[in-house]
């Protein structure tokens, strides 16, 4: 293989390439003339492995395909033309007003997107009616356009299923859940202060294009490009509906799940904080041990053992559900159980030595003197061995009473993120400091590294060059869920993910008006080349049996993600919040009620439809003039 640069012109880079393959002897890009590549325009998916490549691995370097668990290791992959440096010229460390620009012009374009939804009207058929027919008892699946499935329903697959253009996309989303949540307000709530509904906006309602399957994805074969998917709803029978699900691009947004880190009894008998079902328990157990505390016969020992509220973890969500939680009880508990009231305690218990570790520390010593203040007692620097039904052990083997524990203490993978990072060779190469993946490693521009067409976002992820580790915030994986509808909506190809692969790129001739207007304004495309798909479908590869020998013009993509922070809030009781503001690369400290009241202005503006804001005002005013709502169902 020949790769000689020639001097740059017009765009940018203009890399040669000459391939000796078989079948197309000559395969050349350059900045002249540009040639479209013309392909059929329709994508056909089986669950047939691909055709042999006829690059012989002298000729090109091969960068294998993540093969599916258990398949052997004789399946022929298809050859990755690998770059001629290790890198390529990115885009990094923007100003904070480069980045904020740039998303101001991507809501323009999310705004034309739902505008063409408007005007096109809704479907008559599923995307899956649509692609599904049967032929030998085996799925077979054809579509107009390509397929992308998302897996999930939080902060990224919302975002990105809130603008992808369906127009160009046929897209399924799987999920256990069938509706976003907007967990931040989850310890609100668990104790009354909204209802859960509020907080809710199904995937129909979120983009009414969008194909949603409830269900669960089980495994993914990273080589045929197929997800295997089980219902999460049984039939009369108690059976379970498998499907499959053969798609084009893929995204995974599966999130994490509450982490127990191997201490016996936390899965048993404490709550968390991470499901509209974990606050939904957890509303009615605080009820019902004051239920228990109020019969008659309990003495004040059982009396102080049920109403003793513990909360492992200092982090935002344990912080902000042990100050709603001592409003609660200060506000309208209080007024309910008065004779109750000397037998509560409040009690957060964080092993690092101070609490809400990603604010300032003068911000976090506030929040501390609050809870002194309102009677939340704050331990710092303990850690719990073991949960009891009853009772917590602490490393310096005090027993702790308690009546209601939640555990906030941090995140841990999901089996089908542990799976998937298992059937990709590279990931190995970004384990962790005990040897063992629990994130999938993303390149700068969030494909899945050693994976083909895959992206991935959120806390499942870790972003292991240009910006490096994100914060596990919903802010992080709502911007990386928009960032990557935008590159998809654009007809970026992803190909295969890695640092030292070709970003994604398309060819120069699919360059619209705005693509080029946006171009000059931020200079964020270039050209340079590593692969080209011939076949239309995305997969990077040189194009097999085709006898081609064209020319084409491409650009790639030149500004990967960058995180966006606009700073972090927190309530701690007492209509009292920290609020760490960030703009213009420069951060403003703001805590008390001034906090507070931002808080509550952020978390309206930040929801997701009209709908939501009225619900939450409505709550909010209910709760204001009522008092939070006590019954049990």
Known sequence: MLISNLPSRKLGMHIQVNSPCSQHRNVIFSASRPIKISHSHRYIHTRAAPGPDTTTEKDVPQTPASPPPGSSSATTTPSILKPATSKYPLQLSRSWTSIFADQVIDSFDDIFTHAKRYVAGLPTTTALQRLTRREGGKLVFEADKPVVLVLGSGWGAHSLLKVIDTDKYEVVAVSPTNAFLFTPMLPGCAVGTVEFRSLLEPIRIANEYVTYCEARCTSVDLQAKVAKCTSVIADGSGKKREFEVPYSKLVIAVGEQPASFGIPGVKENCFFMKEVIDAVRLRKRIQEVFELAALPGTSPEEATKYLHFVVVGGGPTGVEFAGTLSDFVREDLKRKYPELM???????????????????????????????????????????????????????????????????????????????????????????????????????????????????????????????????????????????????????????????????????????????????????????????????AGNGVVGQNTGMNKQQEIVVLTKPFEFLSLGILASIGNDKAVAQIEAFDSKVPVWGNPAFWLWKSVYITKQVSFRNRVLILIDWAKTRVFGRDLSQF
Not at 436 to 455: C, E, H, Q, Y
Not at 468 to 486: D, I, K
Request: net charge negative; charged share 20%.
């Open 342 to 536: 000397q037998y509560v305690r409040v009690s957060l218990l964080q092993s690092a030595q101070t609490i809400l570790m990603q604010f300032d520390a003068a911000l976090a010593a506030r929040a501390t003197a609050n809870f002194k203040n309102i009677g939340v007692d704050v331990r710092t620097g303990v850690r719990v061995t073991e949960v009891t039904p009853e009772h917590l052990v602490l490393g310096t083997g005090e027993i702790v009473d308690y009546g209601v524990c939640l555990w906030s203490a941090g995140n841990a993978p999901r089996q089908l993120t542990l799976d998937i990072a298992q059937a990709i060779p590279q990931q190995n190469d970004y384990a962790g400091a005990n040897g063992k993946v629990s994130k999938l490693a993303v390149d700068p521009f969030l494909r899945v590294i050693g994976a083909r067409d895959v992206i991935a976002l959120g806390d499942c992820t870790k972003v292991v060059e240009g910006t490096g580790p994100l914060p596990a915030t919903a802010q992080v994986a709502a911007q990386q869920g928009a960032y990557a509808a935008h590159m998809v909506n654009r007809g970026y190809r992803l190909g295969v993910g890695g640092v030292d692969m070709l970003p994604p790129w398309k060819p120069a001739a699919d360059l619209s008006i705005a693509d080029r207007v946006f171009g000059k304004i931020t200079d964020s495309i270039t050209n340079s080349i590593d692969s080209i798909d011939e076949d239309g």
